[in-house]
Nanobody
Framework: QVQVVESGGGVVQAGGSLRLSCAASGGTFSTYAMGWFRQAPGKEREFVAAISRSGSSTATADSVKGRCTISRDNAKNTVYLQMNSVEPEDTAVYSC????????????????????WGQGTQVTVSS
């Protein structure tokens, strides 16, 4: 069973950058597809980005496309979310999720398909 812990959140000015990290332990990281989701106050959780177990395939939500990049380092058991040109609408709790993946190039959009979740890290964008 894998555990994931997010870090890197904080307060950033609009237009700035932030890199979130998600460190995994307790499993073979390279067998897990990973995803980032966020939830703003009063809103439902939404998909942000996903990456396949090999890192060869990625997807990002339209709301962050061109501004956010997901990547992973399997040697460090870590997945990253690089956020650029942040906007006040990006303010949310960002959570990392993991699930086993049979295929190396598959990623997953649906939060319900992930088995393991972190506690989340708060990102606040000031205008």
């Amino acid at each position: 069973q894998v555990q994931v812990v997010e870090s890197g959140g904080g307060v950033v000015q609009a237009g700035g950058s932030l890199r979130l990290s998600c460190a995994a332990s307790g499993g073979t990281f390279s067998t897990y597809a990973m995803g980032w989701f966020r939830q703003a106050p009063g809103k439902e959780r939404e998909f942000v980005a996903a990456i396949s177990r090999s890192g060869s395939s990625t997807a990002t939500a339209d709301s962050v496309k061109g501004r956010c990049t997901i990547s992973r380092d399997n040697a460090k058991n870590t997945v990253y979310l690089q956020m650029n040109s942040v906007e006040p609408e990006d303010t949310a709790v960002y959570s990392c999720a993991a699930r086993r993946a049979v295929l190396t190039h598959t990623y997953f959009y649906d939060a319900s398909s992930y088995n393991y979740w972190g506690q989340g890290t708060q990102v606040t964008v000031s205008s």
